[in-house]
Every structure is written in C-alpha cells, then in structure tokens.
C-alpha cells in the first residue's frame, strides 16, 4: 500500500476514536502554515480513497467532522464544476458553480479545477471569512485573501481547502506574510507619494527602474488612469500611453479593468493572473493590492503566490 493510501486508514482510525476536541482544533488553525494546508488536503484525498468516495463526501459535509477544523475545512467539486461537499454552503452542493468568481471577478473553481487535473498545489483567491457558522457570498466587504491547496481525490472529482492570509503570517510579520505586508506598504507609500507630488513627477519616479518603488526584491508599483490606460511602470515602457483595460487572461478574466474596478471601489486586495520574468513569463497567480490617487488614477502592486509558498505555482 502507498503513503497516501496508509494516511487514509491512519485518519479512519483517528474517526472511530473521536474527533479531536475543540482546543485541538484552534490550535490546527492556529499554527497552520501553508505546507500544513497542503498535507491537510493530501490527507482528505487520501482518506477519500480509502473510505470510498459516499462516505468521504458525507464527512466533508459534516460540520463536526474530522475534516471541519472551524475556519478550515475541505470541499470538493467534480471536474464539471458541481459542488460535492462544503459543510458550510450546503443549500447549494449540487448545483453547478464552474464559472463562480470571487468578488473581483477571478474564476476561482475553473482555476481549481485545472489545478487538480495536473496533479494539484496551490491556488490563491478572495473569499468571505465563516460567521455564525455560514458564509455570506453576497457579502462583497466579507472578502479576504486565502492561499488554497487543491489535490484530485480520483478520476472525476477533487477535493480543496484554503487559509485566510491573516492566519499564516508568522511572528513579526502581521498581519500578513512578509512579501504581502511589504506590498501593501509599497502601494500605501506610492499613493501618499502620488498626492503630494505633481502627477508627472511621480509618473517618472513609479517609472524608473531604480527608484524609489522598486525594491531590492524588485517589487514595484504601476500606475493607470481609470480608463485602463497604463501611465508609470518600470518595466513596461513601451506600454505607456496605452489603454490595457480589454487585456484578458487564459481564463478569460479581464485583470487591468479588475484592477481598476477595485480601485475605483476605493481599494484594496485583488487576485488576478499575470506573467512571472522569474519563471520564463509564464502564467501565475499573483495577490495584488490597489488603492486610488485622486479621481484620475491610482497605483498598484503585486506578489506572486510562489513568494509566499516558497514552491513553483505557476500555472501549467
């Protein structure tokens, strides 16, 4: 028998003794990192295929299962798009929510799904935070940033969990991992830059490469108008001038104007899919982070989810 398969029967054992009690279960979250995510995930898949897949769902969607640790839980899906499990969205397992986007339009389940079907990682997406024991997705001020892990739990469906970015910030770096908590200060910084200084001088600081919003993990900011057309970036000069806003992704997300919607929305964390230079530009999530200037434009940056899980997690 297999690693896997063994880690199956193990979790079976640990069911017929008892779920494990709350202050376990705040502790699991508590000290969760993202390769606890990810064993977290093989475990369910491996107990799906050791319990049979009836019997793993039936847990998935139990509230006071094994796999329902308070804020971290596992769902599942077909390779359709059909919801199998969610212990806290249950009106709607069954229904068909493939083209289901977070709040800033990122096609998180098609993204899952294509992830799964190539052996599994990591995903990152924006959604609501549990409470009073369900989840609000009509809630668009509820959304927040997770790192999810994805893993195929046999030939037609696959099962998922995620970790709110909040509670995988280590000591010293809160409230978030140090590459995102680094961002959003880069573009709080460029923002209060951009209003105290002449549009055009901060257009040509934003731009230049070795300035003061490039950081010595080449970290940058950019700068667009809210017509999507790009106005400072440090390593696009030849887009300058130009409207980005129809700009698409391999999944059909428009990201520019996603970017500029949330900025006009007066900011904040946006996920969307852009090239990565350090992977041969080919296509990553990337956590970004927006806020406006003024009424005529607003600035942005971004870390790609490779920086916070140390792992390749572009996507194949």
Not at 45 to 74: H, I, K, M, Q
Not at 102 to 118: F, M
Not at 137 to 142: F, K
Not at 257 to 268: I, K, N, V
Request: glycine share 12%.
């Amino acid at each position: 028998m297999n690693r896997i398969y063994l880690a199956g029967i193990a979790f079976l054992l640990v069911l017929a003794a008892g779920c494990s009690g709350p202050s376990e279960q705040e502790t699991v979250e508590e000290n969760m990192t993202h390769a606890d995510l990810a064993d977290f995930v093989r475990e369910a898949a491996a107990y799906a295929e050791a319990a049979g897949e009836d019997a793993a769902l039936a847990e998935f969607n139990n509230e006071a299962g094994g796999f329902s640790r308070g804020a971290l839980y596992v769902y599942a899906y077909d390779y359709n798009g059909a919801l199998l499990a969610h212990p806290y969205e249950k009106d709607a397992i069954g229904s068909n929510r493939g083209n289901w986007t977070d709040v800033r339009g990122l096609p998180v389940i098609r993204i899952g799904t294509h992830t799964a079907a190539n052996g599994g990682g990591y995903i990152t997406y924006l959604y609501p935070a549990p409470d009073d024991g369900g989840i609000n997705e009509s809630a668009v001020e509820t959304y927040i940033p997770k790192i999810g892990y994805v893993a195929p739990a046999g030939e037609t469906w696959w099962v998922a969990s995620g970790v709110y970015l909040s509670d995988v910030a280590g000591p010293g770096t809160e409230p978030y991992p140090e590459p995102v908590s680094a961002m959003v200060d880069l573009v709080e910084r460029g923002a209060a830059y951009g209003r105290e200084q002449e549009a055009e001088a901060a257009f040509a600081e934003i731009s230049n490469a070795s300035g003061m919003f490039v950081d010595s993990e080449e970290h940058y900011l950019y700068a667009y108008d809210y017509n999507g057309t790009l106005l400072a970036h440090p390593h696009l000069q030849a887009s300058i001038g130009t409207s980005l806003i129809e700009r698409q992704d391999p999944f059909g997300m428009e990201n520019i104007r996603a970017l500029r919607d949330t900025a006009e929305s007066g900011g904040g964390f946006i996920v969307f899919i852009w090239p990565n230079p350090e992977q041969e530009n080919r296509d990553e999530l990337k956590i970004g982070y927006v806020l406006p200037v003024d009424e005529t434009w607003w600035v942005g940056s971004g870390v790609y989810l490779s920086e916070i899980t140390g792992e390749d997690t572009v996507l194949p």
